[in-house]
């Protein structure tokens, strides 16, 4: 079977890239090796809930995410997006703008400033210092940097929220300031991540794409350093060669860690295969745990849109964040019950696979979350989760040029995608942004219908 260009993966950079490649008229397969379709953004029901392996919003101010679906004919109406941040400081949630009041606000204005001032080119000479690093040129006063490195420990899952990376934290904040005049714009999608990716993949088979699910690609095949498909797991026996599906085109929508395992040794070049190593590692990678909360009233601070952070809980001492999906779209709850998620970031490097120290966390967790939000006493059920897999922490050096680019030197026709990838943005909506990259690096021309949109 011959394709024009074989997508591996259908998270959302992949379902974003083989979307656009076949309404170039590309001919188009996807091929995902689970079920589901989204990836790390799946989602599926649980005693009638909605929910996903991670705690999902969207940071799209409408040209990712949104702008793709519209181009491909998938309508993305979105909830009214988030109203308030309240902040735990141990004494208590209190409003964020109450961290920066007084003279403090004049140093967050002049970042703010700074930052909208600023060309996207410019802030990749940042990617080697932390967040505070950068805003210290502009003020000295902890409140301001509280509230962008409170923002920071919502969008990427921050352990060390001080060692946030400024390229990275600074490209958000320009975009969204600059597109909606806010820090940030979150919302969901209404009805949900299933209904949408759904969506999106009917559009794709609809433009003439196909999606080969379950389907698990063994190894991109390259001869001579130009990529001729995919071989495709013999079900029966791995022992036996699978189907071969040939393509002059392969985009791989895998995170770092999946990447070298879809080579054979020696063909991915040398100094990307390093930069593979190192993003991969476990002490790396973006991690938390955290439970599911149903119950008969909202488990707040304060809002039922809120986006609620802490650096501390009392017992763990580890940062996070709290959501009530239900406040965003009362569909994703059965009537009368409130879907809440509350999510603390640990640190890889010590505790990673680490079972027994799992277990205790999660029994302190439940009582920092029954003391932080004292409405999960009455809980209907929790539902406790761990997520290692969320991504590449946006320390300072492991972000930017460091990460693989969508073009991968040395080899025709190979291109990668998705969030572990030189990409900008938070969670989907930065897996988004690369999915157009991804598409407009195979086409090898800038679709002018995103011509006006903001890209790393």
Known sequence: ?????????????????????????RRVAIVESHRYLGGRAMSHRHRGHEIGLGSHLVEDPGDSLSRACEYIGVTMEHSERS??????????????????????????KRCIEAVTGTE?????????????????????DEGVFLVWEAISVLEQITFRWWEHSASENL???????????????????????????????E????????????????????????????ELRNKEDRERPGTFLEADQVVINAPVWDLSK????????????????????????????????????????????????????????????TLNFTGYDPSISPEGEY??????????????GDRQWYDSMFKKLWLDVEDMLPAAKHALWKKPHIVTTYGVICKPG???????????????????TGDTTRARGIGIDKAARSGITAAEAVLGKRLPFFADTVRY
């Open 120 to 140: 996207y080119s410019e802030l990749d000479n940042w990617d080697h210092a932390s967040l505070r690093e950068w805003m210290a040129q502009y003020t000295n």
């Open 83 to 108: 109203d308030s941040m309240p902040f735990w400081d141990r004494n208590g949630w209190k409003p964020i703008q109450e961290f920066y009041g007084g003279a403090a606000k004049q140093g967050l």
């Open 262 to 321: 879809l080579f054979d040794e020696g063909v991915l070049p040398w100094d990307l295969q390093q930069r593979i190593r190192l993003l991969a590692n476990n002490r790396n990678k973006a991690c938390w745990l955290g439970y599911w909360i149903a119950a008969k009233e909202p488990v707040i601070a304060s809002s039922e849109r809120e986006m609620a952070s802490f650096f501390a809980t009392p017992r763990t001492g580890m940062p996070g964040f």
């Open 1 to 25: 079977m011959k394709y024009d260009v074989i997508v591996v993966g259908a998270g959302t950079a992949g379902l974003v890239a083989g979307s656009l490649l076949a309404k170039e008229g």
């Open 339 to 352: 879907l809440t998620c509350f999510g603390a970031a640990f640190d890889a490097t010590e505790h990673y």
């Open 203 to 230: 559009s794709f088979t609809a433009m003439g794409g196909e999606v080969l699910q379950p389907e698990t690609v063994e190894r991109v095949v390259v001869e001579e350093r130009q990529v001729k498909g995919v």
């Open 398 to 416: 492991l972000v930017g040029s460091v990460r693989p680019d969508t073009y991968v030197r040395g080899l025709e026709g190979v291109w990668l």
């Open 171 to 201: 490209y958000t904040r320009k975009l969204h300031y600059e597109k909606k005049r806010t820090a940030g714009y979150s919302f969901w999608p209404m009805g949900g991540w299933e209904k949408l990716w759904n969506e999106m993949a």
